[in-house]
């Protein structure tokens, strides 16, 4: 039986990951979502289960110190983390997962799952993800700065993803990860690493932003 494919997507914060990573969920069938752990409270709209596994710290430690994660990271004060339950059964059925997961997170993946594809989110510039943040209202005054220059920092983190793509119209960005997800499957990425590999979508991406 053909095995399925892990997705990992990551961002800077504001990016627009999770909207993004709905929308190509509800596009595509043969997608699904893994669920991650986290010990933030849920913003408006999310539910526990479908959109995270809203636990305890304690809780998410003991699963720390019980081998439970595939990664774990705490990123603005808060823990996230991928159980490894979360992946074996589905990825074994040969079912494609996608996992939504912050940067600090996506590092630790690479090392650790060697058949997984890291796809970059970028914002159209820091200005637009400034805004975003700001205009989302779940944080400080505070706690935005500290946003952006974690988002500065994790930038550097492309250097270890397949591809980047640009979120500036979400329509156009699943439009992209789509593209990407149907070329993998397929087994034919030349096309898909021409217009999105890190590289050359970073190279674009610094151009339109200096």
């Not at 095995?3 to 709905?22: E, H, L, M, N, Q």
Request: one cysteine or more; charged letters at 30%; glycine letters at 8%.
């Amino acid at each position: 039986m053909r095995r399925g494919i892990p997705f990992v997507v990551a961002a800077p914060s504001g990016t627009g990951k999770t909207t993004v990573c709905r929308a190509l969920l509800k596009r595509d069938p043969n997608l699904r979502f893994s669920v991650s752990h986290t010990t933030r409270l849920p913003r408006e709209g999310e539910v526990d289960g479908r959109d995270y596994h809203f636990v305890r710290a304690e809780g998410f430690r003991k699963l720390v110190e019980e081998g439970g994660f595939v990664e774990h990271a705490e990123y603005a004060g808060h823990l996230y983390g991928t159980s490894r339950a979360a992946l074996r059964e589905p990825l074994d059925s040969g079912l494609d997962l996608l996992l939504e997961i912050e940067v600090q997170g996506a590092q630790q993946m690479r090392d650790r799952l060697d058949d997984a594809r890291f796809l970059f989110l970028l914002p159209p510039s820091f200005e637009v993800l400034e805004e975003r943040l700001r205009r989302r209202g779940t944080d400080s005054a505070e706690a935005v700065e500290h946003r952006l220059a974690l988002a500065d920092r994790e930038l550097e983190a492309v250097s270890f993803f397949d591809y980047a793509v640009v979120n500036d119209a979400i329509a156009d960005c699943v439009d992209a990860l789509q593209e990407i997800v149907e070329a993998e499957r397929a087994g034919d990425t030349r096309l898909a690493r021409e217009r999105f590999g890190r590289e050359v979508a970073l190279a674009r991406w610094r151009a339109a932003t200096s």
